[in-house]
């Protein structure tokens, strides 16, 4: 997608052309429905938190600086959105029942390819700004430097988090470790 | 223990972002080096793993939805960033007399009459009288009054989640976007609709796509 192009958008929008948002809409939903599922874990909080972030971003449009890519700016937005949620629910995520509580052993268990419910569970050990990062490195493919222009934080900053938020997922994903989903 | 050096030259390798001569100094420390291969094949494994987790689909709906609230949000100048705040979005007019019948529509509900909607709100000059809410996603009350060339859907709730409002009636309708507050917090606002059009208002109101209640209100004839 062209940033040129979400440019004219954002322009055409401002100037009262509802049609223009809706092609934001649709051109973002899913990104940032997804950086909200991974962030929140629950479906139905993630659809809330979308919906929150687009009426947001419409509302403040006009603030929406152009020499920065819209899209690091919707994706702050729905990151801080689904940090907003998880501080004012603290949503407890419960193991579900009908898990089997004894997986395979350790070598098998290393040679399963981890479904995403299970890595799902091992983000939501990580903290909000770890997590933060794995999420737009891993699941929006952004580039060391967006996520430094996501989250307004230097470059080396992000590298380094995003290096710790790894060697956490990596121990947690240990066998003795590995959550179950 | 894996130093910062060796650790960050990993960490870029595993995100294709190591430049030749650096990845020539990476396969000299991995072949020197057993806890460093250790680490770099794990990472290798957890990149697999994160990258096969496929995205998922945004939820059906969810553009319409956004889309069906921005009237509200944009209803104080039109335009994007212009818009008032929605929660106080249109003002609370009270106009001429609307003497509504307040029927309660779906779930097991049997209609209410005047007597059993006690809400929560006066009732100014005009409004008919409003049907309380009381669930435990929102409670509050609703009751219609006239603006100017308008039908309004005055809402005074509190939203313990997040909650859609839509008014509709006839072809017309309008909704709004209620955040849960921090502790109920009270929010009131008004829907618009045209009093052009016949017919009862149906206000609906859902929470994760769930519909919480259905209220039906009837205007009095001629609004």
New interface residues.
Partial sequence: MSEDDDAELVRR????D?RA??RL??RY???V??AA?RMLRH??DA??V???V??KA??????YDPNHRFYSWIYRIALNESINQLN?RKRVSPVPEDEPSDGPGPEQEVDL??S?RR??AALMTLSDDYRAV?VL???LDCS?EEIAEVLQLPEKTV?SR??SA??L??AV?QPTGTPRP | MIDQTT??LI??D??G?LPAAQRAELSRILLADPEARA?HR??QR??????????????AG??D???A??PA??SGG??????R??RSAVALAVGAAVVAVVLHVGGLKEGLDGAAAVGTMAPGAGASAPVTLDHPEISGSVRLSSGSGSLLVEIDVAPRE?VEVTAVRADSSSSA?L??G?SGDRQRLALELPAGESGPVSVRFTS??RIIDQIRLDPAPGR
């Fill in positions: 929008c401002v100037r009262g509802r948002f809706e809409v649709q939903q899913r990104p429905y997804n599922l479906p139905e659809r809330d979308a919906q929150t687009f009426l419409y509302e403040h449009l006009a603030e004012g390819e981890l995403g890595i799902q794995i490195r891993h699941f060391y590298k995003l290096f790894r060697q997922l990596r994903l | 650790a960050e960490n870029t595993i995100d972002r680490l794990d990472l957890l990149q697999r793993e994160l990258a096969a987790v496929t995205a998922e689909p945004a939820p969810l553009a939805s956004i889309m609230a921005i949000v944009a039109g335009r994007p960033g212009a818009a705040p929605w997040d976007f955040r849960a921090e994760h796509g």
